[in-house]
């Protein structure tokens, strides 16, 4: 069963708020997806258990208990995560200022942000210590080097290979299986990708094979499991792809 959302679509500083952060918590009891919507404050997304994907245009980003995702007011987005995940959202009133750029980006949940947000859901938690604690997280608040992204192409001679590669990305085909079957080039489809996503065939379509990894890492699957189901013949060789594409291991994202 899988549950649709629909939320408004409301502009930066639409609606006033009386915090300067507020989070949020849930488990999500069935497959859920959120229509394209926009908040009129800042959003901070990242996960206690599981892996939860947002679509912003033709960017697709992979949320992680780790690595969460900065969502400035008003940028249009969707999202969606699978049952089971219980996601994170703190919410940043319109105007706080941080170091964060003003267009979605990746943020590590380090175990000092971590601590920080839950001090805030203190419900006992001071006045005078609630805007230290804001103003220590607004501090930290960085973008990371390492995000889980991968730019979708949109034209309809590329749409068919992505739709195939998200759909399975264990799928071996090649650039020239490509080629031949859709009647064109190669050196086509190489500039064609080059031109779309900004990098290559086969970096994009290892970009996609960890967003895919990092979901089954998040779920508790093992590494052998998980570099079979993305096309990977061995462990080894999964582990560095893997690090060639995020800058950090598998290891990263295991759980249980």
């Known amino acids: 069963m899988r ?3 629909e939320l408004p679509t409301l502009a930066a500083g639409e609606v006033d708020v009386p915090f300067v952060i507020h989070g949020y918590e849930e488990a999500v009891a069935a497959d859920t997806v959120w229509n ?3 908040h009129p404050w800042h959003e901070l997304l990242w996960n206690e258990h599981g892996a939860s994907t947002a679509v912003v245009g033709t960017q697709v980003w992979c949320i992680t208990p780790s690595l969460g995702l ?7 987005h969707s999202a969606s995560a699978v049952a089971g995940t219980s996601y994170r959202a703190h919410f940043f009133r319109h105007g706080t200022v941080s170091a964060l750029p003003d267009e979605p980006v990746a943020v590590d949940i380090t175990p000092l942000l971590r601590l920080l947000l839950e001090r805030l859901e203190q419900a006992d938690l001071p006045a005078r210590s609630r805007a230290v604690t804001e103003a220590m997280i607004l501090d930290v608040l960085h973008p990371s080097p390492r995000a889980l992204l991968v730019q979708l192409p949109t034209s309809a001679l590329l749409r068919p290979i992505a739709d195939a590669v998200r759909a399975d990305p264990a799928d071996q085909r090649t650039l020239t299986d490509w080629a031949s079957a859709l009647g064109c080039s190669a050196r086509t489809l190489t500039r064609a990708f080059q031109a779309e996503t900004g990098t290559s065939f ?4 290892a970009g996609v094979r960890a967003q895919h990894a990092v979901r089954l890492l998040s779920s508790g699957f093992d590494v052998d499991t998980v570099a079979d189901a993305v096309g990977y013949r061995s462990a080894s060789a999964f582990g560095a792809a893997f690090r ?12 249980g």
């Open 3 to 5: 549950v649709t959302r």
């Open 36 to 38: 394209a919507h926009s």
């Open 70 to 76: 900065w969502m400035p007011a008003g940028q249009l």
């Open 202 to 205: 086969a970096r994009w379509v």
């Open 244 to 255: 060639r594409t995020t800058g950090t291991t598998p290891g990263t994202f295991r759980v």
